[in-house]
């Protein structure tokens, strides 16, 4: 057979794993470059603009954190889990795009888990604006996973009225 042939098919989970590891790492595994190099360079300029390893480090080691010493610049953080929950949310709707695509091409396909990663970011968001505990990167994880669980089950409930109707 052919080398050029051969079809592969995209792993939508392993996407959007790569892309939670590092965003861009998904867009790299669906072959998709320009999109990996632009994610990148957004997560390494947000990454640095925000001191984000710093408060990472912060948050891992407790004794390192002096009351109100956190070096997160928030004017920047705040701009960081929305790119990261549409990283994530993007490599893993373009991984099931390109597996539709290599069948025959059909209709516009409606894009996955949006409430998911919507609710994502916006519970990530609340956990840098409200954290507990001085624990801000846990609290930020924690309430996006809240937040991914309820955009999921309305992102359910929207779609089952709809298909309803």
Not at 159 to 164: D, G, M, P, T
Request: hydrophobic share 45%; aromatic share 14%; with cysteine.
């Amino acid at each position: 057979m052919n080398q050029s042939m051969v079809k592969i098919k995209y792993s939508p989970c392993v996407a959007l794993l790569w892309s939670a590891m590092m965003p861009g790492f998904g867009h790299l595994y669906n072959k998709d470059y320009w999109l990996a190099v632009a994610f990148f360079i957004i997560e390494v300029g947000f990454n640095f603009s925000a001191n984000v390893n710093d408060a990472i480090t912060q948050a891992f080691n407790p004794s390192y954190y002096k009351g109100s010493d956190l070096h997160l610049d928030m004017s920047w953080a705040l701009f960081y889990p929305g790119m990261y929950a549409f990283s994530m949310w993007h490599a893993y709707n373009r991984a099931v795009e390109k597996n539709v695509l290599l069948k025959e091409p059909q209709e516009p396909l409606t894009p996955k888990l949006t409430g998911c990663f919507i609710g994502l970011a916006i519970g990530m968001q609340l956990g840098l604006i409200w954290p507990l505990y001085h624990t801000l990167l846990l609290t930020s994880l924690g309430y996006g996973l809240a937040g991914a669980t309820v955009g999921t089950l309305l992102e359910k409930v929207i779609l089952s009225k709809v298909h309803l109707s």
